[in-house]
Protein backbone atom coordinates (compact mmCIF):
# COMPACT_ATOMS: atom_id res chain seq x y z
CA UNK A 1 0.00 0.00 0.00
CA UNK A 2 1.52 3.47 -0.79
CA UNK A 3 1.90 6.40 1.26
CA UNK A 4 -0.93 8.23 0.20
CA UNK A 5 -3.34 5.87 0.21
CA UNK A 6 -2.30 5.14 4.08
CA UNK A 7 -2.45 8.68 4.28
CA UNK A 8 -6.09 9.14 3.35
CA UNK A 9 -7.29 6.45 5.09
CA UNK A 10 -5.80 7.47 8.43
CA UNK A 11 -7.74 10.78 7.42
CA UNK A 12 -10.80 8.98 6.80
CA UNK A 13 -10.73 6.77 10.32
CA UNK A 14 -10.17 10.24 12.03
CA UNK A 15 -13.33 12.32 10.52
CA UNK A 16 -15.07 8.97 11.13
CA UNK A 17 -14.27 8.67 14.64
CA UNK A 18 -14.66 12.57 14.69
CA UNK A 19 -18.31 12.34 13.48
CA UNK A 20 -19.41 9.48 15.90
CA UNK A 21 -18.08 11.44 18.78
CA UNK A 22 -19.85 14.73 17.55
CA UNK A 23 -23.17 12.63 17.59
CA UNK A 24 -22.08 10.63 20.79
CA UNK A 25 -21.88 14.42 22.52
CA UNK A 26 -25.49 16.14 21.07
CA UNK A 27 -26.95 12.64 21.88
CA UNK A 28 -25.58 13.34 25.79
CA UNK A 29 -26.08 16.39 25.78
CA UNK A 30 -29.72 16.72 24.37
CA UNK A 31 -31.57 16.55 27.66
CA UNK A 32 -29.85 19.26 29.07
CA UNK A 33 -30.42 21.47 26.57
CA UNK A 34 -33.76 20.32 26.36
CA UNK A 35 -33.72 21.51 29.94
CA UNK A 36 -32.89 24.56 29.66
CA UNK A 37 -35.07 25.59 26.70
CA UNK A 38 -38.12 23.38 28.33
CA UNK A 39 -37.45 25.91 31.37
CA UNK A 40 -38.11 29.58 29.28
CA UNK A 41 -41.30 28.31 27.30
CA UNK A 42 -44.35 29.27 28.43
CA UNK A 43 -47.00 26.58 29.72
CA UNK A 44 -48.77 26.13 26.80
CA UNK A 45 -45.72 25.29 24.92
CA UNK A 46 -44.04 23.17 27.44
CA UNK A 47 -47.36 20.70 27.11
CA UNK A 48 -47.85 21.12 23.12
CA UNK A 49 -48.11 17.83 20.82
CA UNK A 50 -46.12 17.02 19.17
CA UNK A 51 -43.32 19.11 21.00
CA UNK A 52 -41.35 22.01 19.37
CA UNK A 53 -37.18 22.31 20.68
CA UNK A 54 -37.25 25.90 20.29
CA UNK A 55 -39.62 28.39 22.20
CA UNK A 56 -41.56 30.33 20.29
CA UNK A 57 -41.85 33.26 22.76
CA UNK A 58 -39.41 33.13 25.93
CA UNK A 59 -39.97 34.09 29.48
CA UNK A 60 -37.81 33.80 32.26
CA UNK A 61 -41.52 33.52 34.60
CA UNK A 62 -40.95 30.73 36.10
CA UNK A 63 -37.26 31.21 37.21
CA UNK A 64 -39.00 34.49 38.93
CA UNK A 65 -41.49 32.30 40.49
CA UNK A 66 -39.25 29.91 42.04
CA UNK A 67 -37.62 32.25 44.23
CA UNK A 68 -40.68 34.39 44.81
CA UNK A 69 -43.49 32.14 45.78
CA UNK A 70 -41.82 29.09 46.04
CA UNK A 71 -39.07 29.45 48.71
CA UNK A 72 -36.00 28.40 46.68
CA UNK A 73 -34.10 31.61 47.93
CA UNK A 74 -34.72 29.82 51.08
CA UNK A 75 -33.60 26.13 49.74
CA UNK A 76 -30.57 27.86 47.81
CA UNK A 77 -29.50 29.73 50.77
CA UNK A 78 -29.45 26.32 53.41
CA UNK A 79 -27.52 24.40 50.26
CA UNK A 80 -24.66 27.45 50.09
CA UNK A 81 -24.53 26.81 54.20
CA UNK A 82 -24.45 23.79 53.99
CA UNK A 83 -21.59 23.80 51.01
CA UNK A 84 -19.83 26.47 53.19
CA UNK A 85 -19.95 23.99 56.18
CA UNK A 86 -18.07 21.64 53.95
CA UNK A 87 -15.11 23.28 52.75
CA UNK A 88 -14.21 24.24 56.20
CA UNK A 89 -13.81 20.15 56.53
CA UNK A 90 -12.22 20.43 53.69
CA UNK A 91 -9.32 21.80 55.46
CA UNK A 92 -9.58 19.35 58.35
CA UNK A 93 -9.25 16.38 55.70
CA UNK A 94 -5.92 18.41 54.78
CA UNK A 95 -4.82 18.63 57.43
CA UNK A 96 -5.19 14.49 58.36
CA UNK A 97 -4.06 13.97 54.84
CA UNK A 98 -0.92 16.03 55.63
CA UNK A 99 0.07 14.28 58.68
CA UNK A 100 -1.11 10.55 57.60
CA UNK A 101 1.79 11.33 54.69
CA UNK A 102 4.63 13.39 56.61
CA UNK A 103 4.33 12.37 60.24
CA UNK A 104 5.45 9.32 61.59
CA UNK A 105 3.35 8.89 65.18
CA UNK A 106 2.30 5.83 66.94
CA UNK A 107 -0.79 3.74 65.46
CA UNK A 108 -0.58 6.12 62.06
CA UNK A 109 -1.10 2.55 60.31
CA UNK A 110 -3.89 1.62 62.42
CA UNK A 111 -5.41 4.78 62.05
CA UNK A 112 -5.15 5.07 58.56
CA UNK A 113 -6.55 1.83 58.34
CA UNK A 114 -9.67 3.25 60.27
CA UNK A 115 -9.91 5.91 57.79
CA UNK A 116 -9.81 2.85 54.65
CA UNK A 117 -12.40 1.18 56.56
CA UNK A 118 -14.62 4.10 56.70
CA UNK A 119 -15.20 4.40 52.72
CA UNK A 120 -16.45 0.15 52.84
CA UNK A 121 -19.38 1.21 54.99
CA UNK A 122 -22.66 2.48 52.66
CA UNK A 123 -23.69 5.68 54.05
CA UNK A 124 -27.36 4.33 55.04
CA UNK A 125 -26.15 1.67 57.68
CA UNK A 126 -24.66 5.08 59.93
CA UNK A 127 -27.62 7.17 59.12
CA UNK A 128 -29.66 5.51 62.24
CA UNK A 129 -26.68 5.67 64.75
CA UNK A 130 -25.83 9.46 63.43
CA UNK A 131 -29.57 10.63 64.03
CA UNK A 132 -29.38 8.79 67.19
CA UNK A 133 -26.06 10.90 68.04
CA UNK A 134 -27.25 14.27 66.88
CA UNK A 135 -30.48 14.06 68.53
CA UNK A 136 -28.99 13.44 71.76
CA UNK A 137 -26.86 16.50 71.01
CA UNK A 138 -30.29 18.69 70.10
CA UNK A 139 -29.02 19.01 66.64
CA UNK A 140 -31.88 17.06 64.65
CA UNK A 141 -33.70 20.08 62.33
CA UNK A 142 -30.98 22.17 62.09
CA UNK A 143 -28.39 23.10 59.16
CA UNK A 144 -25.20 22.47 61.93
CA UNK A 145 -27.44 18.77 62.30
CA UNK A 146 -27.71 18.79 58.48
CA UNK A 147 -24.12 19.34 57.81
CA UNK A 148 -21.94 18.25 60.10
CA UNK A 149 -21.72 14.00 59.05
CA UNK A 150 -20.60 15.27 55.86
CA UNK A 151 -18.16 17.38 57.03
CA UNK A 152 -15.16 14.94 56.86
CA UNK A 153 -15.06 11.76 54.39
CA UNK A 154 -12.43 8.66 54.72
CA UNK A 155 -12.05 9.54 50.99
CA UNK A 156 -10.88 12.45 51.03
CA UNK A 157 -8.62 11.89 53.56
CA UNK A 158 -7.02 9.17 51.19
CA UNK A 159 -6.76 11.52 48.26
CA UNK A 160 -5.07 14.13 50.36
CA UNK A 161 -2.80 11.55 51.96
CA UNK A 162 -1.79 10.00 48.12
CA UNK A 163 -1.34 13.54 46.60
CA UNK A 164 0.49 14.97 49.82
CA UNK A 165 2.97 12.19 49.59
CA UNK A 166 4.74 13.19 46.52
CA UNK A 167 5.39 16.30 48.15
CA UNK A 168 9.46 16.17 48.84
CA UNK A 169 10.44 15.91 52.47
CA UNK A 170 13.69 17.73 51.97
CA UNK A 171 11.55 20.68 51.24
CA UNK A 172 10.03 20.49 54.57
CA UNK A 173 12.62 20.20 56.38
CA UNK A 174 14.53 22.83 55.10
CA UNK A 175 11.67 25.23 55.99
CA UNK A 176 11.83 23.33 59.94
CA UNK A 177 15.70 24.37 59.96
CA UNK A 178 14.79 27.73 58.85
CA UNK A 179 12.64 28.31 62.14
CA UNK A 180 8.97 27.68 60.47
CA UNK A 181 6.52 26.08 62.24
CA UNK A 182 4.22 23.42 61.01
CA UNK A 183 1.38 25.75 60.52
CA UNK A 184 3.38 28.01 58.66
CA UNK A 185 4.77 24.72 57.08
CA UNK A 186 1.53 23.67 55.92
CA UNK A 187 -0.09 27.21 55.22
CA UNK A 188 2.58 28.30 52.84
CA UNK A 189 4.19 25.23 51.24
CA UNK A 190 2.04 22.38 51.52
CA UNK A 191 -1.34 24.00 50.63
CA UNK A 192 -0.01 25.88 47.34
CA UNK A 193 1.70 22.97 45.95
CA UNK A 194 -1.49 20.50 46.76
CA UNK A 195 -3.75 22.93 44.12
CA UNK A 196 -4.43 20.19 41.97
CA UNK A 197 -6.35 18.19 44.75
CA UNK A 198 -7.33 21.31 46.19
CA UNK A 199 -9.48 21.44 43.34
CA UNK A 200 -10.88 17.99 42.88
CA UNK A 201 -11.91 18.14 46.31
CA UNK A 202 -13.72 21.42 45.90
CA UNK A 203 -15.82 20.10 42.94
CA UNK A 204 -16.28 17.03 45.33
CA UNK A 205 -17.28 18.65 48.01
CA UNK A 206 -19.49 21.18 46.50
CA UNK A 207 -21.34 18.16 44.31
CA UNK A 208 -21.81 16.77 48.01
CA UNK A 209 -23.21 19.58 49.35
CA UNK A 210 -25.29 20.98 46.71
CA UNK A 211 -26.74 17.44 45.71
CA UNK A 212 -27.56 16.57 48.88
CA UNK A 213 -31.22 14.95 49.37
CA UNK A 214 -31.81 11.77 51.78
CA UNK A 215 -30.03 13.06 55.08
CA UNK A 216 -31.77 16.47 54.93
CA UNK A 217 -34.93 15.16 54.66
CA UNK A 218 -34.70 12.70 57.54
CA UNK A 219 -32.87 15.04 60.31
CA UNK A 220 -35.50 18.41 58.98
CA UNK A 221 -38.61 18.43 60.04
CA UNK A 222 -39.34 22.04 59.30
CA UNK A 223 -39.64 22.96 55.71
CA UNK A 224 -37.20 26.38 56.39
CA UNK A 225 -34.41 23.98 56.64
CA UNK A 226 -34.94 21.86 53.42
CA UNK A 227 -31.98 22.03 50.85
CA UNK A 228 -32.54 22.62 47.28
CA UNK A 229 -32.67 19.34 45.93
CA UNK A 230 -35.45 18.50 48.82
CA UNK A 231 -37.14 21.10 47.30
CA UNK A 232 -37.35 20.38 44.34
CA UNK A 233 -39.11 16.69 44.85
CA UNK A 234 -41.21 18.66 46.96
CA UNK A 235 -41.89 20.72 43.99
CA UNK A 236 -42.74 17.65 41.81
CA UNK A 237 -45.49 16.52 44.68
CA UNK A 238 -46.76 19.87 45.10
CA UNK A 239 -47.63 20.22 41.08
CA UNK A 240 -50.00 18.80 38.84
CA UNK A 241 -48.34 19.39 35.33
CA UNK A 242 -46.61 22.43 34.31
CA UNK A 243 -43.27 21.40 32.97
CA UNK A 244 -41.57 24.38 32.26
CA UNK A 245 -41.77 25.12 36.09
CA UNK A 246 -39.98 21.79 37.03
CA UNK A 247 -37.44 22.56 34.35
CA UNK A 248 -36.75 25.81 35.68
CA UNK A 249 -36.47 24.05 39.48
CA UNK A 250 -33.79 21.39 37.71
CA UNK A 251 -31.86 23.93 35.93
CA UNK A 252 -31.36 25.99 39.00
CA UNK A 253 -29.51 22.64 40.76
CA UNK A 254 -27.43 21.61 37.12
CA UNK A 255 -26.10 24.73 35.74
CA UNK A 256 -23.76 25.70 38.86
CA UNK A 257 -22.22 21.93 39.27
CA UNK A 258 -21.72 22.09 35.29
CA UNK A 259 -20.32 26.22 35.94
CA UNK A 260 -17.97 24.50 38.75
CA UNK A 261 -16.96 21.39 36.71
CA UNK A 262 -15.84 23.43 33.88
CA UNK A 263 -13.94 26.13 35.80
CA UNK A 264 -11.63 23.35 37.78
CA UNK A 265 -11.90 20.67 34.77
CA UNK A 266 -7.99 20.91 34.25
CA UNK A 267 -7.06 20.65 37.93
CA UNK A 268 -9.41 17.50 38.91
CA UNK A 269 -7.96 16.12 36.16
CA UNK A 270 -4.48 16.78 36.87
CA UNK A 271 -5.02 15.78 40.57
CA UNK A 272 -6.21 12.68 40.22
CA UNK A 273 -3.21 11.59 37.43
CA UNK A 274 -1.26 13.07 40.66
CA UNK A 275 -2.45 11.52 43.06
CA UNK A 276 -2.31 7.90 41.64
CA UNK A 277 -5.76 7.15 40.61
CA UNK A 278 -7.18 5.84 37.42
Known sequence: MSTSAARSRSRALTVTIGVALAVGALITAFPFFWML??????????????????????????????????????????????????????????MAGYAFAKFDFRGRRWMFFLVLATMMIPVQVTMIPTYLILNGMKLTNTLVGIALPTLVTGFSIFLFRQFMSTIPTEMLEAARIDGAGEFRIFFRIVLPMSGPILAVQVVLTFIGGWNSFLWPLIIASDQKLYTLSVGLALLNQQLAVNPSLQMAAASVMVVPILLVFVIFQRYVIQGFALSGLK
Open 37 to 94: LTSVKPQRESIDFPPSILPQDPTLEWYVRLFTELDFARYLGNTLIVVLFGFVGLLLMA
